[in-house]
């Protein structure tokens, strides 16, 4: 196969042509490999997470509350097997790629030429298929296997090799993510090349979070967790399908999308009229993507302590995670669409509690993506093609994050 040397210049040159062949030959030379589940594990200093092939996922995420009881904080379910078999909940931890968030009409323009990607949502009567394209298209990245390349104590590496013209977007893609763990943190990175045409590429990390475990025996929903977003005073404008209109707006103080002027509750503005239909059509709640303004202070490293972009707290559990990013953009899912048919991991929720099915209901959990500008590809007046179109030669698409958690044990009564 093609070597694919700017990788080399990232310093990551890994063993490709050996994982693309499915073998699992590179896998356990210095990890474990997978457990009976299909789950990789790796291990940090008071954090252990473990991780499927399908969609690079993340499948366990466990940290000990303020009484010492381990909690998995993350959605998903009990065996990689399973993620493949119900494509009712999808989107579980994954990597939604190659083009994360809504593309409008399915269609965007590079250098004059009209590309037309596969829809999947929003079906109508003139387009049966869907109005738009989520989060890659019907068989986006986070419905595929990737490969492991690397696996060790603390670090694990899928890649995938994305074909030209899958779900219509041009030009091949090679994307490596590395997952590790240190003391209490999870960092993330996402580096990918479009090798062989100028295409969009935005990437980011779908989990659904509930600080609590999903076994807070006061509420099973996360609306009392307090959510922080100190530098996105604005958001993108979006219809009543999701779909970015182009307009930057204002999060006045005090409006329901006002979560940068001081920590609030989820549910702590929902009651608001303003809240009804703030996350489409008949829908009460957040799907919003905020932007993040860092710059207007001068050069910033988005690494440095204490400069989170968003800060998420569950007192019930003392939970807390920050989390840093080098995006400038974040998207927060309040579970406004969960029905209480997902079920809950063994290792989640209260296993002797009837008040409580073991299922996540509406508003019980919460979905934070570091991303960019939400479909910046069919918005040029915002300027961003340097943050979403890539092609050979040029630099790399690179995401970096990390989530960094604590116990915060500060109680409001
Ligand atoms: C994976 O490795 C094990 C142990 O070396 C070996 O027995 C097995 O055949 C390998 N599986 C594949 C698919 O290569
Ligand atoms: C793996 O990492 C954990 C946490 O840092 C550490 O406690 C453990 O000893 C490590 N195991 C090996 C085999 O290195
Ligand atoms: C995987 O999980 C599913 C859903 O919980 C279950 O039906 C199935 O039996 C499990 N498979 C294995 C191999 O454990
Ligand atoms: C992906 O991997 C899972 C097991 O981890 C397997 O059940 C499924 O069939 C695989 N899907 C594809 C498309 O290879
Ligand atoms: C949507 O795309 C179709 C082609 O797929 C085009 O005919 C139509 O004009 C587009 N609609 C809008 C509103 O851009
Ligand atoms: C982990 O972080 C805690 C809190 O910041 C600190 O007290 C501890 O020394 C750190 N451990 C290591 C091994 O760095
Ligand atoms: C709820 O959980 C907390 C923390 O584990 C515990 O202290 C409390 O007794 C529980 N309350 C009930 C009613 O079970
Ligand atoms: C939990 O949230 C509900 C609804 O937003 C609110 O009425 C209640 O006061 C909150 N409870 C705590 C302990 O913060
Ligand atoms: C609006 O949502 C409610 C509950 O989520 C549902 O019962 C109702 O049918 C929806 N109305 C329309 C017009 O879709
Ligand atoms: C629950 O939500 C799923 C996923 O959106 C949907 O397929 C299913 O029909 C819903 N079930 C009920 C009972 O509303
Ligand atoms: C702990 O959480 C509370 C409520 O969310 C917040 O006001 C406070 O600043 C947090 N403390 C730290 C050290 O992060
Ligand atoms: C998949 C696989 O072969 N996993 C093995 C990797 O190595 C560890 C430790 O030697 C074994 O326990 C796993 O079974």
Request: hydrophobic fraction near 30%.
């Amino acid at each position: 196969m093609r070597l694919h040397t700017g990788l080399a210049s990232l310093g990551l040159l890994l063993p490709l042509a050996s994982a693309q062949s499915g073998s699992n030959s590179s896998t356990n030379s210095t990890g474990a490999g997978p457990d009976e589940n299909g789950l990789y594990w790796i291990y940090g200093e008071g954090i252990t997470a473990a991780f499927i092939t399908y969609g690079a996922s993340v499948s366990r995420l466990l940290i000990h509350d303020k009484y010492g009881v381990e909690r998995d904080l993350v959605a998903g379910f009990d065996n990689a097997t399973a993620y493949t078999l119900d494509p009712v909940h999808p989107h579980l931890g994954g990597v939604p790629g190659r083009y994360a968030n809504r593309i409008q009409n399915s269609t965007f323009e590079i250098d004059g030429q009209t590309y037309h990607v596969t829809p999947n949502e929003n079906p109508t009567a003139q387009a049966p298929e869907g109005a738009d394209t989520l989060h890659g298209g019907p068989d986006g990245w986070d419905y595929r296997n990737f490969t492991v390349v690397s696996h060790t104590n603390d670090s694990i590496t899928f890649s995938i090799v994305d074909p030209d013209g899958k779900e219509g977007f041009p030009g091949e893609v090679v994307s490596y993510i590395t997952y590790t763990l240190r003391n209490m943190t999870w960092d993330l990175k996402m580096v990918a090349l479009a090798t062989t045409k100028k295409t969009p590429i935005m990437l980011s990390s779908h989990v659904y979070w509930n600080l609590d475990g999903y076994a807070n025996n006061e509420t099973n929903t996360a609306l009392n967790h307090t959510f922080y977003l100190p530098h996105s005073g604005q958001r993108v404008g979006v219809d009543n399908i999701l779909i970015p209109t182009g307009d930057i707006v204002a999060n006045k103080q005090g409006s329901v999308n006002d979560f940068w002027s001081a920590p609030k509750q989820i549910g702590a503005d929902l009651q608001k009229p303003e809240a009804d239909g703030n996350c489409g059509f008949n829908c009460t709640g957040y799907d919003t993507c905020w932007l993040i303004n860092r710059s207007q202070d001068g050069p910033y490293d988005w690494h440095a302590e204490g400069d989170f972009v968003a800060r998420l707290h569950s007192e019930w559990s003392g939970i807390q995670v920050e989390v840093y990013t080098d995006q400038e953009a974040f998207q927060m899912y309040s579970c406004n669409s969960q029905n209480a048919t997902m079920p809950l991991k063994t290792t989640q929720g209260l296993h002797d509690n009837p008040d409580f099915p073991r299922t996540i209901p509406q508003y019980g959990c919460l979905v934070m993506e570091v991303e960019d500008w939400i479909d910046a590809i069919n918005h040029p007046e915002w300027q961003r093609e340097k943050k979403q179109i890539y092609g050979p030669g040029g630099d790399p698409y690179v995401l970096q994050a990390s989530y960094v958690f604590s116990i915060n044990d500060t109680t409001t009564s």
